[in-house]
Antibody, heavy 118, light 106 residues
Framework: EVQLVQSGAEVKKPGESLKISCQGS????????IAWVRQTPEKGLEWMGR????????RYSPSFEGQVTISADKSITTTYLQWNTLKATDTAIYFC???????????WGQGTTVTVSS | DIQMTQSPSTLSASVGDRVTMTCRAS??????LAWYQQKPGKAPKLLIY???RLESGVPSRFSGSGSGTEFTLTISSLQPEDFATYYC????????FGQGTKVEIK
């Protein structure tokens, strides 16, 4: 079964750092882009960026460039989304999703809820 | 940036109704358009890709059409499990989602 499994919910304070993960299985992990998507009630679904685990080539939405870092470890079929300095406005649900070439995002992780509050 | 505008934001309908919703792109995106269904607490589910192609396992009552900047998702006969929020996604240039259309019980 093709699946993406994300790490569990996080509760953090403003200023703290965080790294959440997304592990793929059931397919050739290095051969598909993985995207990260943020969901909030205010802004809905937002594409943050993507990474190609085969060579760790990454691209970012201008809205998120410099705010987060996307990385991957192909050896353990895992991609990561990282913040160095969290803000309250980073409170959201974060999804990873596999990009099927020319077809959009076909497989999604279950989502990771991140709460940033003092 | 390509902006995606969905309408209506909420749609009230009954089981058995034919339902149509629209997504408009701020610039030409060819057929690089997908539709997703999302239920509370769940990840989005791919329904339609490349404007009109039905994802495997998705019921044939779902269909998509479009013209390069304006796209439509139709549910031919609404079923109880179809009450959800629907999002369009353009993947012509990076990716942008619409703001969603919530289909609720009339």
């Amino acid at each position: 079964e093709v699946q993406l499994v994300q790490s569990g919910a996080e509760v953090k304070k403003p200023g703290e750092s965080l790294k959440i993960s997304c592990q793929g299985s059931g397919y050739s992990f290095g051969s598909y882009w993985i995207a990260w998507v943020r969901q909030t009630p205010e802004k809905g679904l937002e594409w943050m960026g993507r990474i190609y685990p085969g060579d760790s080539d990454s691209r970012y939405s201008p809205s998120f460039e410099g705010q987060v870092t996307i990385s991957a470890d192909k050896s353990i079929t895992t991609t990561y989304l990282q913040w160095n300095t969290l803000k309250a406005t980073d409170t959201a649900i974060y999804f990873c999703a596999r990009e099927r070439p020319q077809d959009g995002f076909d497989i999604w992780g279950q989502g990771t809820t991140v709460t940033v509050s003092s | 940036d390509i902006q995606m505008t969905q309408s209506p934001s909420t749609l009230s309908a009954s089981v058995g109704d034919r339902v149509t919703m629209t997504c408009r792109a701020s610039q030409f995106i060819s057929s690089w358009l997908a539709w997703y269904q999302q239920k509370p607490g769940k990840a989005p589910k791919l329904l339609i890709y490349k404007e009109s192609r039905l994802e495997s396992g998705v019921p044939s009552r779902f269909s998509g059409s479009g013209s390069g900047t304006e796209f439509t998702l139709t549910i031919s006969s609404l079923q109880p499990e179809d009450f959800a929020t629907y999002y369009c996604l353009q993947y012509h240039t990076y990716s942008t989602f619409g703001q969603g259309t919530k289909v609720e019980i009339k």
